[in-house]
């Protein structure tokens, strides 16, 4: 088989994590030097693909990349291997937001309020927290997805491109940081490196023997 490269990226800049909030407008800087990077990962001949989760700031994040890079590939496609974190309150799926009335406003029925929302021993403390995806990634039984299974979940993701013949393929994977994290920690073994900044990349190479990887200052074979 050819080679693929994948890179996971986190998103550019949001003002917050209120709700699915859009790009800074001073977010172009960050998708500069992250285009520069993975335009690097290209041999001759490669292709780009460029991958996101459904939220606003992944989605205009990938389709930045793709507008630098390769303006004529195919346009931005969702990959439900890259999505955050699973946790569930009252039935519903949440995003790990930052406050008690955005995870609150996700809910269908039952509503919550957002006192009620700070009840939930697992969401208390993860909205309390310094660090709240740190939090969540030594959670020993959060209310879903733990980080040991995000980690794997993304790797087997990664893993499922090792198949067919191809002159190559660099596939840009724009997701967000607890995905990140649990790649790192729980796929790759590495101690946890803290957020990601916006728009940076962890880059996985996958054949059908191995998966090798590079991280900041890191590398290695799986």
């Known amino acids: 088989m050819g080679h693929v490269t994948l890179s996971f990226l986190r998103h550019a800049k949001v003002p ?6 859009p790009l800074t407008a001073d977010s172009s800087a960050d998708i500069d030097a992250a285009a520069d990077g993975l335009r690097a990962l290209g041999r001759d001949g490669d292709r780009f693909v460029f991958l996101a989760t459904r939220t606003h700031r992944s989605r205009q994040t990938a389709d930045a990349l793709r507008s630098a890079i390769a303006p004529d590939a195919p346009g931005v ?3 439900w291997g890259l999505r955050n974190p699973d946790l569930y309150l009252a039935g519903s799926r ?8 955005a995870i609150a406003g996700q809910l269908s029925h ?30 020993e039984d959060p209310p879903g ?7 794997r979940r993304v790797l087997q993701f990664a893993r ?12 840009a994977c ?3 940081s607890p995905v990140l994290r649990a790649l790192v920690v729980n796929g790759l073994g590495l101690p946890d490196p803290g957020e990601p900044g916006w728009v940076e990349a962890v880059n996985v190479e996958v054949s059908d023997a ?9 590398t290695g074979t799986l």
């Open 16 to 21: 917050s994590h209120e709700g699915d909030m």
């Open 174 to 176: 724009v997701t967000h």
């Open 160 to 171: 499922s491109f090792a198949i067919g013949e191809g002159s190559g393929l660099v596939v």
């Open 77 to 79: 496609e969702p990959a």
């Open 210 to 218: 191995s998966v090798r990887y590079a991280f900041r200052d890191r």
């Open 145 to 151: 997805e733990s980080a040991a299974l995000v980690g």
């Open 110 to 139: 039952p509503k919550l309020t957002p006192e009620e929302v700070l009840s939930h021993p697992f969401f208390h403390g993860f909205l309390t927290a310094e660090d709240r995806i740190g939090y969540w990634l030594t959670h």
């Open 94 to 101: 949440v995003e790990m937001m930052s406050t008690a009335e």
